[in-house]
């Protein structure tokens, strides 16, 4: 079966921005995450490295994929059980383990960090890969809750850095959140997003900070609902409540007036004194 890989070209996307397409993965921690991004990595073609730090966890790690691949056949090849087996197989040929993350990013287009929520550990790391990796490698942290420009202000590669938020369990949640700092350049956020996209995931792009401004009102809901199952994004759901509710919520009576959540919102505000009330009214956030 041919998968729909993706070579490593060096070209200029429509937005005149050379995007180097990714096909070699190293993927750094074969635990929940890094199991899951290997095996959706590899699925989908790409040629990847598992890293851990032993050869038991990472005979733990491919046998966590080859189960969860197990469970994605089920369905996929329900009624060609022998395409689904060669499938499996397949997909685990593409899947390599190492314990020496040295050698395991020689050839790496992409590094995805997914070790232990540590930033000292995580900054250890990629300083060292930082001296290994080739030039064009870029960097990913699947990190929860870190800043991205932390981790990145080991390395001498922040314009290569970005964050690559999976949701758990990898194989099944649709979204990735693709972050860049101030220094990620657009070629490195392109080449991310159209990593995600080859994944077959939905990404949508954050900044450092994320503010109504820095992330639009769709990826907002986006990143609700396919990253928290909500069945309405919460940008959707004050539409469809009405915004003048909304906003007398917070701005009426409270028990707790110093909570953030009761901060009076200038663009809630405007809205409302325009009459963009939400569906009530034909426009609100969103148009109808
Ligand atoms: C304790 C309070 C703390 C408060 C403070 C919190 C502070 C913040 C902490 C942040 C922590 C890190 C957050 C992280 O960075 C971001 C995240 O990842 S958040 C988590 C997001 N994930 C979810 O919300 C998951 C929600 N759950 C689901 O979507 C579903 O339950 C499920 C996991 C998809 C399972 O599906 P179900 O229908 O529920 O049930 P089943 O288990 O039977 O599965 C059905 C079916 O789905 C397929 N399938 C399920 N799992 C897999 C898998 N791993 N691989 C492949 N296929 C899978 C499969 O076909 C199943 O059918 P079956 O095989 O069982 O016949
Ligand atoms: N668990 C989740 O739901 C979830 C979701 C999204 C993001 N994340 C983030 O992903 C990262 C990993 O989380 P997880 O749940 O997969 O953790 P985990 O504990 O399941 O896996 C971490 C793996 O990293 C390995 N490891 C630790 N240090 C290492 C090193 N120096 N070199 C190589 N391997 C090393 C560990 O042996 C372990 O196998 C964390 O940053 C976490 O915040 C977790």
Do not use: W
């Given at each position: 079966?041919?998968?729909?890989?993706?070579?490593?070209?060096?070209?200029?996307?429509s937005?005149?921005v050379?995007?180097?397409?990714?096909?070699?993965?190293?993927?750094?921690g074969?635990g929940?995450?890094?199991?899951?991004?290997?095996?959706?990595?590899?699925?989908?073609?790409?040629?990847?490295?598992?890293?851990?730090?032993?050869?038991?966890?990472?005979?733990?790690?491919?046998?966590?994929?080859?189960?969860?691949?197990?469970?994605?056949?089920?369905?996929?090849?329900?009624?060609?059980?022998?395409?689904?087996?060669?499938?499996?197989k397949?997909?685990?040929q593409n899947?390599?383990?190492?314990?020496?993350v040295?050698?395991?990013?020689?050839?790496?287009?992409?590094?995805?960090?997914?070790?232990?929520?540590?930033?000292?550990?995580?900054?250890?790391?990629?300083?060292?890969?930082?001296?290994?990796?080739?030039?064009?490698?870029?960097?990913?942290?699947?990190?929860?809750?870190?800043s991205?420009?932390?981790?990145?202000?080991?390395?001498?590669?922040q314009?290569?850095?970005g964050?690559?938020?999976?949701?758990?369990?990898v194989?099944?949640?649709?979204?990735v959140?693709?972050i860049?700092?101030?220094?990620?350049s657009?070629?490195?956020?392109?080449?991310?997003?159209?990593?995600?996209?080859?994944?077959?995931?939905?990404?949508?792009?954050?900044?450092?900070?994320?503010?109504?401004?820095?992330?639009?009102?769709?990826?907002?809901?986006?990143?609700?609902?396919?990253?928290?199952?909500?069945?309405?994004g919460?940008?959707?759901?004050?539409?469809?409540?009405?915004?003048?509710?909304?906003n007398?919520v917070?701005?009426?009576?409270?028990?707790d007036?110093?909570?953030?959540?009761?901060?009076?919102?200038?663009?809630?505000?405007?809205?409302?004194?325009?009459?963009?009330?939400?569906?009530k009214?034909?426009?609100?956030f969103?148009?109808?």
């Amino acid at each position: 079966m041919a998968f729909a890989t993706s070579q490593v070209v060096r070209g200029f996307s429509s937005s005149a921005v050379r995007n180097v397409v990714i096909k070699n993965v190293t993927i750094i921690g074969g635990g929940q995450m890094g199991a899951g991004i290997a095996q959706v990595a590899a699925s989908t073609g790409h040629s990847v490295t598992l890293v851990d730090t032993s050869d038991d966890i990472l005979k733990k790690s491919i046998k966590t994929i080859e189960g969860s691949l197990k469970r994605v056949v089920k369905k996929k090849f329900a009624d060609k059980p022998e395409a689904g087996e060669e499938f499996i197989k397949k997909v685990v040929q593409n899947v390599s383990t190492s314990t020496d993350v040295e050698s395991a990013v020689q050839s790496s287009d992409l590094v995805v960090e997914a070790i232990v929520e540590n930033l000292k550990i995580k900054q250890d790391l990629f300083s060292r890969l930082d001296k290994l990796a080739p030039p064009h490698t870029i960097f990913a942290s699947n990190t929860s809750s870190l800043s991205i420009s932390d981790i990145a202000s080991s390395t001498s590669r922040q314009d290569r850095f970005g964050g690559l938020h999976f949701f758990n369990p990898v194989p099944m949640m649709k979204l990735v959140e693709v972050i860049g700092t101030p220094a990620t350049s657009q070629e490195t956020l392109d080449s991310l997003l159209n990593f995600s996209k080859v994944l077959r995931k939905t990404p949508v792009s954050c900044k450092v900070r994320l503010y109504v401004s820095d992330a639009s009102k769709e990826d907002i809901d986006i990143a609700m609902k396919l990253g928290a199952g909500h069945p309405m994004g919460p940008l959707e759901l004050a539409d469809y409540i009405g915004l003048d509710i909304i906003n007398s919520v917070i701005e009426g009576e409270t028990k707790d007036p110093n909570n953030p959540l009761f901060n009076s919102s200038d663009l809630l505000n405007k809205l409302v004194a325009e009459g963009k009330l939400g569906r009530k009214t034909g426009e609100g956030f969103f148009k109808y």
